[in-house]
């Protein structure tokens, strides 16, 4: 009983209980290649590539579930009613050289034109992305997230400051239809 109580259990058994880190993911934004800039329209290459590199946090994707209540007599009965995906949340380091901003207002772009003033469709806005948790190596991924119907809802940035030399950073909110974790191979 005595090696349940501390950690010697965990310590004898690596292969079971090595720690997922929080640091070893990646998130994947697909359909970016035809990408073109919100301010003169050019074409932005490897997008993809300078998204997935910039990426410093993401959140989970979960769900929330309605509460169907059945009230008889002097009881309720509760049964699962329909699901909400929660919004997603990035943060993304803005690199000057992989032009990260205009990455992500371009693919803004695509769900409202600001200079025209309209809507886009959702063929076009809306990507899959996914979300990749490696070993500690990056040598094999143990879970994996696919992010159905992605679009950018909201870009913010922290303000200019002379007094801070600090990174810039861009805070992305992202809407999602469904997302599904699978264990991968």
């Known amino acids: 009983m005595a090696d349940r109580i501390g950690a010697y259990h965990l310590a004898n058994n690596p292969k079971i209980y090595e ?3 929080t640091n070893t993911f990646r998130f994947v934004v697909t359909g970016l290649d035809n990408l073109r800039r919100a301010d003169n329209g050019e074409r932005i290459v ?3 590539e300078y998204l997935e590199f910039s990426v410093d946090k993401s959140s989970v994707p979960n769900f929330t579930q309605e509460v169907i209540s059945v009230k008889l007599g002097n009881s309720t009965m509760k049964a699962a009613g329909m699901p909400e995906f929660s919004d997603g949340t990035l943060t993304i380091n803005d690199y000057i050289g992989a032009e990260t901003k205009a990455i992500l207002k ?3 772009n695509l769900s409202y034109n600001v200079r ?3 809507v886009g469709l ?3 806005y809306k990507k899959d992305c996914w979300l990749l948790e490696y070993t500690p190596g990056f040598d094999k991924i143990i879970n994996q997230y696919v992010l159905h119907g992605c679009w950018i809802s909201g870009l913010s940035e922290g303000d200019y400051d002379t007094n801070d030399g600090g990174k810039r950073q861009i805070n992305v909110t992202i ?3 469904w997302a599904e974790m ?4």
């Open 19 to 21: 720690p997922a880190r």
């Open 46 to 48: 490897n997008a993809q």
């Open 106 to 108: 371009a693919w803004q």
């Open 116 to 118: 025209e003033q309209a």
């Open 122 to 124: 959702m063929g076009e």
């Open 175 to 177: 809407q999602y239809d």
């Open 182 to 185: 699978s264990k991968a191979d």
